[in-house]
């Protein structure tokens, strides 16, 4: 049986943290340890974790608080005693079967790298709806990279959510786990070196949960910096370790993160020169010059700006 360690990072989630810790004490697969990486929490939240009494928790608190949810997964990481990491985020939940559905695969196939799973998404309003990779795709598989990638692109995100992912600690290791220096998007990029390395095997059973009801969570921040996923598909591009086939979806991987990413500053704030420098503009015509015309209307918009306050 596999061994695995759940690695949970903390940062003023007090009134999530104990029924998601609880989701994990709840599954009809039993981890070895639940690690609860605290990020320097101001509202109480590990110590309504102490208080639950589970031997298997561990506190492990950060040398610097507010490191970033990455640099506090890293930490759990580095200590886990666990083969495997399942990865939960503080305000998510699992079903019951959530690792038991993920560890059936990893039983199945010994030389995989990582599983994954569909996922829900449960709205403010209490909507639920299923991830868009587990409405196409229905019951197990196993993907190597050029799949992954194909599947990112028809899917137009990436297929892979923390919360619903069991990785090989070793692999982890290998990577020097998740760029901890971004603080969006690093994620994506460590599903990509991952996938890179080996096979993902795949359930569409959406076991884990993501909350979109909670204030306070990042995902929709724009920073004028490149994506991380862009930095490292231009790095596998240049080694040249892959078929042409697979360097083009690559490709058309960083072009849809890069159009994805700039279109939530469109209109907003100027559009960096970066964005089109990494852009492949013989794989997205249409994107590449989309992205032209909105940075063209924010040149006209500022130089508008400028007349008024002249």
């Not at 003023?12 to 709840?26: G, M, P």
């Not at 599947?151 to 892979?160: E, G, N, Q």
């Amino acid at each position: 049986m596999a061994d695995v360690s759940v690695v949970i990072p903390l940062y003023n989630k007090a009134s999530h943290i104990v029924e998601t810790v609880e989701s994990v004490q709840r599954q009809t697969y039993q981890p070895t340890e639940i690690l609860v990486v605290d990020d320097g929490s101001t509202d109480g939240g590990a110590t309504l974790v102490e208080s639950m009494n589970d031997p298997r928790i561990e506190i492990i608190r950060t040398e610097r608080a507010r490191s970033g949810p990455s640099a506090a997964r890293n930490i759990g990481i580095w200590q886990a005693k666990g083969d495997w990491i399942a990865l939960l985020d503080a305000d998510d939940t699992w079903e019951t079967t959530h690792l038991a559905s993920l560890t059936k695969l990893i039983e199945r196939d010994r030389l995989l790298t990582c599983a994954f799973s569909s996922w829900q998404i449960i709205y403010p309003d209490g909507r639920r709806s299923q991830d868009a990779c587990g409405k196409q795709i229905q019951g197990e598989q196993v993907f190597d990279f050029d799949a992954f990638l194909e599947l990112w692109l028809r899917r137009r995100s990436c297929p892979m959510w923390t919360s619903a992912t069991l990785i090989r600690r070793s692999e982890l290791i290998a990577i020097g786990g998740f760029p901890s220096e971004y603080r969006r998007g690093e994620d994506k990029a460590t599903w990509l070196r991952l996938m890179e390395r080996g096979r993902g095997a795949y359930s569409s059973v959406p076991a884990a949960h993501y909350n979109k009801a909670v204030v306070g969570q990042e995902s929709s921040r724009f920073e004028p910096f490149l994506h991380p996923v862009v930095l490292i598909a231009e790095r596998m591009i240049k080694e040249m370790r892959h078929p042409p086939a697979t360097l083009r979806k690559l490709q058309r991987v960083s072009n849809l993160v890069t159009w994805q990413y700039a279109r939530q500053a469109a209109f907003r704030r100027p559009i960096p020169d970066s964005f089109l420098d990494k852009f492949y503009w013989r794989e997205g015509y249409a994107s590449y010059l989309a992205l032209q015309i909105i940075r063209l209307f924010d040149f006209m918009r500022l130089r508008l700006l400028q007349r008024r306050s002249a």
